[in-house]
Nanobody, 123 residues
Framework: QVQLVESGGGSVQAGGSLRLSCAAS????????MAWFRQAPGKAREFVAG????????YFADSVKGRFTISRDNAKNTVSLQMNTLKPEDTAVYYC????????????????WGQGTQVTVSS
């Protein structure tokens, strides 16, 4: 089991940037694939980006490719989501998720979730 705590959300104008961070409690953090999901009001939760345990593989939703990057620091037990050129449709609660021994792909069975952090992009 791993505890996840997100930070870095906030309000920004369209075209701006935000960096989200997720701190994990597990001593075996390096064994977990990590991902970011988001949920907008009235919509289902959707995959945003994922990264394998060693950072060797990354996955992105088509809607964020070229604008978002995901990275991890296994020494600090953190994963980050750099979001650039933000659009109003990126407005959502963003969740960090972990999958033990997973690949970071959208179809991985993420069983560990953070509480989420709000991102609001105004036009």
């Amino acid at each position: 089991q791993v505890q996840l705590v997100e930070s870095g959300g906030g309000s920004v104008q369209a075209g701006g940037s935000l960096r989200l961070s997720c701190a994990a409690s597990a001593r075996t953090f390096s064994h977990y694939a990590m991902a970011w999901f988001r949920q907008a009001p009235g919509k289902a939760r959707e995959f945003v980006a994922g990264i394998s345990w060693n950072g060797g593989s990354t996955y992105f939703a088509d809607s964020v490719k070229g604008r978002f990057t995901i990275s991890r620091d296994n020494a600090k037990n953190t994963v980050s989501l750099q979001m650039n050129t933000l659009k109003p449709e990126d407005t959502a609660v963003y969740y960090c998720a972990a999958d033990l021994l997973g690949s970071g792909s959208p179809r991985s069975p993420y069983k560990n979730w953070g509480q989420g952090t709000q991102v609001t992009v105004s036009s």
